[in-house]
């Protein structure tokens, strides 16, 4: 997979607020456009207290299960869906993206938010899948959850709540989200 | 990455909690000292482990930012396999330069930083995003939470993104960042740095990390730099001196390249994308 040794990754640090976000970095649609969702949670250590300085990024697959290859993610349009955005977490821990609900991708056997999660005091990015919590069997279906205990399955559904889902982000301790590895990655 | 019997034990023999103000540097050195001596032992067994340790106790901050159960194996799919995309309607060509964003010539010492942006089999990462960001040449970010009293510098923002030329190839133009203190535990600095943040051509690429000066004193005193037990590994992160970059009655120069992993698509399906 790797014939030379990945450049290792080092902690966002305290310090990214001014660099990183930007204007309508968590908007991937206009708020108010019709169809448009919330996907919102927050991030929590391992003694349950909010993370403030976490950054979330997400990439989605379009409704209708297209991969958007576009341009245009720093600079909106504002017509432009290009599933990818960035969400800074406020000092409640919270996070919100405004996007389109995803559908299934090719390949995939159900619809999922990809998600990469920095922040202080972890030392590399974190990669994980809010799922939708669709009732049609996919859900069953699906290799990465069928391989993960009931507990730990449910870490990776997001809930419905009023116009859009919640997902949190557990670094550590009960409840701890399921994070993911790729073949390739650097061993620890 | 997975979880050993010995990561743990390191972590429950670790306090749970810090009191920065009183642990002093010899304390921390010696934390990592005693954790360089495991891995020498763990890589006579088990190899090489290039990836920061994400349970690393001598960085406070980590203690309860990190996951304690091992990460899940996952093979990527549908979007997994591939990035967002980035172009010119994103970035403006003068952002590469962080020297001419304000009214005057920011402080320090002005130099360009190079290199390639490549993939873990050497293919070159074409036309992607790379963000930096910095602290200026006193070491005092631009930031609220940056209570160091070191002058902020009205020139100097220390903000800056480029997208990666056909060969893959980044360049900034910049100065260079001081060292700064900072709470991890008393009389704690972190070794001057640039942050990078990159993007591949899979979303399983996506790094984020720091850029180093070769010869930093404060190598060996850094949790942060030390959580990559490889000393291998570490050196990835050290840009060098390059008299070729350097500019005559300008700036110096320096040469960074960058490997991501993966790369999960074939070249071909690379090129129909």
Known sequence: ?188 | MTLTAGQSERHEAAPTSSDAASTTQAEISTEIARLRVDYERERRTDGERTGPLLDYPPYRSSLLRHPTKALQHADPEGVELFAPVFGQRDVDPLEADLTIQHGGTPVGERLVVTGKVVDGDGRPVRRQLVEIWQANAAGRYIHQRDQHPAPIDPNFTGVGRCLTDADGVYRFTTIKPGPYPWRNHRNAWRPAHIHFSLFGTDFTQRLITQMYFPGDPLFDLDPIYQSIRDQSARDCLVARYDHDVTQHEWCTGYRWDIVLTGGFRTPMEQEQV
């Not at chain 1, 990183?20 to 969702?37: E, K, Q, S």
């Not at chain 1, 990439?59 to 909106?76: E, F, H, I, N």
């Not at chain 1, 919100?96 to 990809?114: C, D, N």
């Not at chain 1, 699906?142 to 993960?148: F, K, R, W």
Request: proline fraction near 12%.
């Open chain 1, 1 to 188: 997979m790797n014939a030379l040794v990945p450049t290792p990754g080092q902690t966002v640090g305290p310090f990214f607020g001014y660099a990183l976000p930007y204007p309508g970095d968590a908007a991937l649609v206009p708020p108010g456009t019709p169809g448009a969702i919330q996907l919102r949670g927050r991030v929590l250590d391992g003694r349950g207290q909010p993370v403030p300085d976490a950054l979330l990024e997400l990439w989605q697959a379009g409704p209708d299960g297209s991969v958007v290859q576009q341009p245009g993610s720093l600079r909106r349009d504002g017509w432009t869906f290009t599933g990818w955005g960035r969400a800074s977490t406020d000092n409640e821990g919270r996070y919100s993206f405004t996007t389109l609900p995803p559908g299934t991708a090719p390949g995939s056997t159900a619809p999922f938010f990809a998600l990469t999660v920095f922040a202080r005091g972890l030392l590399d990015r974190l990669f994980t899948r809010a799922y939708l919590p669709v009732e049609d069997g996919a859900l069953d279906r699906d290799p990465l959850l069928a391989a993960l205990p009931q507990d730990r399955r449910d870490s990776l559904i997001a809930t419905r709540a009023g116009s859009g889902y919640v997902f949190d982000v557990v670094l550590q301790g009960d409840g701890e989200t399921v994070f993911l590895t790729y073949p390739g990655q650097p061993p620890r």
